[in-house]
């Protein structure tokens, strides 16, 4: 249902836009987060967006680097992504929730996931 795209292979300072939309007709009622999973390691939160788009969050690893916006009126979500580092390395997931959450675990919609690989 939720359709992430634009990983791709980025040397270390440079961006990447990733994008997330879907078809449904309850996204402009949803959170939305990006969250990230590397090799061998947990997913972990990256950001998050509430419905209207004013309220967001950001782990400490990505603030200042990455933004995090959403087009209602185009069910999309964008994380910009900038200055890129090699630990940002990961595959990337968007996912939806009813409620303001930067919790894993309380999103109940998400998508394929698409792979950020930043070289040094």
């Known amino acids: 249902q939720l359709q992430a795209s634009g990983g791709g292979l980025v040397q270390a300072g440079g961006s990447l836009r990733l994008s997330c939309t879907t078809s449904?007709?309850?996204?402009?009622?949803?959170?939305m987060g990006w969250f990230r999973q590397a090799p061998g390691k947990e997913r972990e939160f990256v950001a998050a967006?509430?419905?209207?788009?004013?309220?967001?969050d950001y782990a400490n690893s990505v603030k200042g680097r990455f933004t995090i916006s959403r087009d209602n009126a185009k069910n999309t979500v964008i994380l910009q992504m900038n200055s890129l580092k090699p630990e940002d390395t990961a595959v990337y997931y968007c996912?939806?929730?009813?409620?303001?959450?930067?919790?894993?675990?309380?999103?109940?919609?998400w998508g394929q996931g698409t792979l950020v690989t930043v070289s040094s």
């Open positions: 996912a939806g929730s009813r409620s303001w959450t930067v919790r894993a675990d309380l999103y109940d919609s």
């Open positions: 449904g007709r309850t996204f402009s009622t949803y959170a």
């Open positions: 967006i509430g419905w209207s788009g004013v309220r967001k």
